[in-house]
């Protein structure tokens, strides 16, 4: 089971940064993928980076650079840091969770997923907005 709810999404402009948290309420007992994904308007949804349960991370070739994902297991919360930020970045951004991903299987979402596919389970959303 999972819960995920997130929150830090905003308007800021080019070149600057946000912070997006997602409070995560995980029950499993094996491997999973937590990360976060993006849809712009008239886009298909994509990953953008996601951290497996070992703590690997992978990212998007897009925000490679300049965004981290990072989380705090005290406080149950994934973050995703996002800096040098462009127009190009205005999305809505979702926290997700596949709690049955085998070992070593994350970084597909943050390379590949276009929409389709794997077993997410999706948080509520929260847009970012990037002027120029």
């Known amino acids: 089971q999972v819960q995920l709810e997130e929150s830090g999404g905003g308007s800021v402009e080019s070149g600057g940064s946000l912070r997006l948290s997602c409070v995560a309420s995980l029950t499993t007992r094996g491997g999973y993928c937590i990360g976060w994904f993006r849809q712009a308007p008239g886009k298909e949804r994509e990953g953008v980076a996601v951290?497996?349960?070992?703590?690997?991370?992978s990212y998007a070739d897009s925000v490679k650079g300049r965004f981290t994902i990072s989380r705090d297991n005290a406080k149950n919360t994934l973050y995703l840091q996002m800096n040098t930020l462009s127009p190009e970045d205005t999305a809505m951004y979702y926290c997700?969770?596949?709690?049955?991903?085998?070992?070593?299987?994350?970084?597909?979402?943050?390379?590949?997923?276009?929409?389709?596919?794997?077993?997410?389970?999706w948080g509520q959303g929260t847009l970012v907005t990037v002027s120029s």
């Open positions: 997700a969770a596949d709690l049955s991903a085998p070992p070593g299987t994350c970084a597909w979402y943050s390379r590949e997923y276009r929409g389709t596919g794997g077993a997410l389970t």
């Open positions: 951290i497996d349960i070992d703590g690997t991370s």
